[in-house]
């Protein structure tokens, strides 16, 4: 029987860019939750970050922060390159863990994850924070009450030019290296873009698409199309390209029903347009938490402390990991 905690204490390794606003502070305004020690490979950078969070303990050796007996939780905020290694780590130790997306940088090495994680018998979590977002739940309820009627088919359409300053900027390079992240922006991005769809319909049983490098800007793939179906019988396609132009930038997922229409942005603002045959449109529009993260953080909390589930585990991530290997199989480079 898995161990209910009274109390979350945070172990963070790899306090980057992510935990400044969007995941860590949350963790420090949550009830029965605090940021015990914190760790990076730069030592100067973990001593800087604990300073002004106002976190004690500072690590640069992981698997110091790992058995420090203070630490009962560990949050994975790493780039994906590391995420198996880590988790394992931490699962030895007993201790549960939060991992950022995408999970890992295969199918297979979540697998490994999942599969550490039960033999030493701790919960694994993983970042897709957008199921707990304001406007996803209120779409996500709409489909449920049938809305737009039975849903026939979804399309995302993400187009970003390509940035040189940020393939070269060294903190985001590790995002384009596929031996780090899995792959390019595309494993960065349409993580959450499919993740989201498998909350919205369930697994995704069949996909395949194409891969390629037209702008030949980094080793990466910078483009990707393809197909999917879930098992609920909907239907997906999906059209990638990071490397487009400024005036081509698109940033939208559509699903269409029997009855009407739901489009709206994934990295945009808390908003979404319904349309239903026969009734005006309607733009629905939801406040946006400063830390992105903290409601699916209070989820987490609330489940080591037995009194929650969390939308988002180590199996559902997975799945997204599955879709994107096989959308990217066929390589056309």
């Known amino acids: 029987m898995r161990k209910i905690l009274k109390e979350v204490r945070w172990g963070i390794l790899g306090v980057g860019n992510v935990c400044e606003v969007k995941s860590a502070p949350a963790m420090q305004l949550i009830p029965n939750s605090k940021i015990e020690a914190v760790m990076r490979r730069n030592g100067e950078k973990a001593a800087d970050y604990a300073k002004r969070h106002g976190i004690d303990k500072w690590y640069q050796d992981a698997q110091k922060l790992i058995d420090d007996p203070m630490v009962n939780a560990i949050y994975i905020a790493t780039p ?72 026939r088919t979804v399309h995302i359409n993400l187009k970003q030019p390509l940035r040189p300053g940020l393939v070269a900027g060294s903190d985001e390079n590790w995002r384009i290296n596929p031996e780090i992240a899995g792959g390019g922006y595309f494993f960065d991005l349409a993580s959450h873009q499919l993740d989201l769809l498998d909350f919205f319909f369930g697994p995704i049983e069949r996909a395949a698409g194409f891969a390629g490098n037209q702008a030949k800007a980094y080793e990466a793939e910078d483009i990707v199309t393809g197909n999917f179906v879930f098992a609920s019988g909907v239907m997906g396609s999906g059209n990638w390209c990071f490397s487009s132009g400024e005036s081509s930038a698109i940033d939208q997922i559509s699903i269409y029903g029997s009855k009407g229409k739901i489009s709206f942005e994934t990295f945009g603002k808390g908003e979404f347009i319904l349309e239903q045959d026969g009734e005006p449109e309607k733009t629905f529009a939801f406040d946006l938490p400063k830390h992105i993260q903290e409601p699916l953080i209070q989820t987490i909390i609330g489940n080591l402390l037995g009194t929650d589930s969390c939308p988002s585990t180590g199996e559902s991530a997975a799945r997204t990991n599955w879709v994107m290997d096989q959308l990217t199989q066929t390589r056309i480079f």
Not at 114 to 130: D, F, H, S, T
């Open 80 to 151: 994906p390159s590391s995420h198996l290694e880590l988790c394992m780590l931490a699962a030895k130790a007993g201790k549960p863990v939060y991992v950022e997306k995408p999970m890992a940088r295969t199918h297979g090495e979540c697998l490994e994850m999942i599969a550490a994680c039960e033999e030493y018998g701790v919960p694994l979590y993983v970042a897709y924070y957008r199921r707990r977002l304001p406007h996803f739940l209120k779409i996500k309820e709409l489909l449920s009450e049938g809305k737009i009627g039975e849903v």
